[in-house]
């Protein structure tokens, strides 16, 4: 029995090391360049600085590091007093940083795990004094930590209410994600019909769900889970809203922006319908297209940019049915 026992214990072992090898290996390395910017004590040296990291420059100000109105600008906000308490204040809430560094690690390591041939792209905070908040592409990630302090902050983004709640640390790595979701999630350019735009929002928030598996939906969509319930249990309702004003094939860029955009609510379906709740149908219509479709994979699904044979092939019909 000893032996046999040994035996089993060895054999999941080597089931454990396996899987382990079949992980990526994903290191990644933040750059705190906020403290190199802070630590500025002149103009010329602001200058210097910026000339050193021209990329950095042209990605989120969009501008040039010779542009002295610019360097003059930055200098000021380093410099000014409540902006440096605003910085303060950063660095005590976001520390070190190693809970987004593991978060991003884990992530990237999930998109490799699904594509190959996957870079990871450098990654970089700043401060800004609340000028942008983030910047994503392939090659480059930079992150303006104090946009994403939260309702502690001394000072918030100049945004609403229903967009303000996702300045938060914990939506960081989601937004990132799904930003990065755009190089996978081949689209028609013909196509620009509701639909199409829709099941493009809902594979970018699926890609986000299959890279973060442990990342609550109410994080991935921006929803709290309140509005996450009670949009599951009106769907039907929203189904036949979208059906009966025959929006499915409609190309208006300004009904579909109703739909799909920064709104409070969506008032032409009831006034608790939360904005966005096209993409989140869009969603809800990809999990329907994959549970009913197990064999395709998920990347076959990211690829596919034919959004009537998704639509067709997930059956839903704004059904509700017990998950």
Same mark, same amino acid.
């Given at each position: 029995?000893?032996?046999?026992?040994?035996?089993?214990?060895?054999? %999941? *072992?080597? +089931?454990? @090391?396996?899987?382990? $090898?079949? /992980?990526?290996?994903?290191? =990644?390395?933040?750059?705190?360049?906020?403290?190199?910017?802070?630590?500025?004590?002149?103009?010329?040296?602001?200058?210097?600085?910026?000339?050193?990291?021209?990329?950095?420059?042209?990605?989120?100000?969009?501008?040039?590091?010779?542009?002295?109105?610019?360097?003059?600008?930055?200098?000021?906000?380093?410099?000014?007093?409540?902006?440096?308490?605003?910085?303060?204040?950063?660095?005590?809430?976001?520390?070190?940083?190693?809970?987004?560094?593991?978060?991003?690690?884990?992530? %990237? *390591?999930? +998109?490799? @795990?699904?594509?190959? $041939?996957? /870079?990871?792209?450098?990654? =970089?905070?700043?401060?800004?004094?609340?000028?942008?908040?983030?910047?994503?592409?392939?090659?480059?990630?930079?992150?303006?930590?104090?946009?994403?302090?939260?309702?502690?902050?001394?000072?918030?983004?100049?945004?609403?209410?229903?967009?303000?709640?996702?300045?938060?640390?914990?939506?960081?790595?989601?937004?990132?994600?799904?930003?990065?979701?755009?190089?996978?999630?081949?689209?028609?350019?013909?196509?620009?019909?509701?639909?199409?735009?829709?099941?493009?929002?809902?594979?970018?928030?699926?890609?986000?769900?299959?890279?973060?598996?442990?990342?609550?939906?109410?994080?991935?969509?921006?929803?709290?889970?309140?509005?996450?319930?009670?949009?599951?249990?009106?769907?039907?309702?929203?189904?036949?809203?979208?059906?009966?004003?025959?929006?499915?094939?409609?190309?208006?860029?300004?009904?579909?922006?109703?739909?799909?955009?920064?709104?409070?609510?969506?008032?032409?379906?009831?006034?608790?319908?939360?904005?966005?709740?096209?993409?989140?149908?869009?969603?809800?219509?990809?999990?329907?297209?994959?549970?009913?479709?197990?064999?395709?994979?998920?990347?076959?699904?990211?690829?596919?940019?034919?959004?009537?044979?998704?639509?067709?092939?997930?059956?839903?019909?704004?059904?509700?049915?017990?998950?």
């Amino acid at each position: 029995m000893r032996v046999k026992f040994l035996l089993v214990i060895a054999v %999941f *072992a080597v +089931i454990l @090391s396996s899987c382990g $090898e079949n /992980k990526p290996d994903v290191k =990644v390395e933040i750059r705190r360049f906020e403290r190199e910017l802070m630590a500025v004590k002149s103009q010329p040296e602001m200058a210097t600085l910026l000339q050193k990291n021209e990329n950095i420059v042209k990605s989120l100000y969009r501008t040039f590091p010779d542009d002295t109105a610019f360097v003059s600008h930055l200098y000021y906000l380093a410099s000014h007093p409540e902006t440096r308490k605003l910085y303060e204040q950063t660095q005590k809430e976001f520390g070190e940083l190693e809970d987004i560094q593991k978060e991003l690690e884990g992530a %990237f *390591a999930n +998109i490799k @795990s699904n594509y190959p $041939e996957f /870079k990871e792209p450098k990654i =970089v905070t700043t401060f800004t004094g609340l000028e942008n908040d983030l910047f994503v592409s392939d090659t480059l990630i930079i992150i303006a930590l104090e946009s994403f302090l939260g309702p502690k902050a001394l000072y918030r983004p100049d945004q609403p209410n229903y967009i303000l709640k996702r300045y938060s640390k914990e939506y960081i790595v989601p937004t990132i994600i799904r930003y990065l979701s755009n190089t996978y999630n081949k689209l028609d350019p013909k196509d620009q019909s509701f639909l199409a735009d829709m099941l493009f929002f809902g594979k970018s928030l699926e890609f986000t769900k299959e890279i973060l598996p442990n990342t609550t939906d109410s994080l991935i969509i921006g929803y709290s889970e309140q509005e996450l319930t009670e949009t599951w249990e009106a769907q039907d309702l929203v189904w036949a809203h979208v059906v009966d004003k025959n929006l499915l094939y409609n190309p208006n860029p300004h009904l579909k922006e109703k739909y799909f955009g920064e709104r409070p609510s969506v008032p032409e379906i009831g006034p608790k319908c939360p904005g966005r709740i096209g993409q989140w149908l869009g969603w809800r219509i990809i999990q329907r297209y994959r549970t009913e479709n197990p064999k395709v994979t998920f990347q076959e699904l990211m690829a596919n940019d034919k959004p009537g044979d998704i639509l067709r092939q997930s059956k839903y019909r704004g059904q509700i049915e017990k998950e």
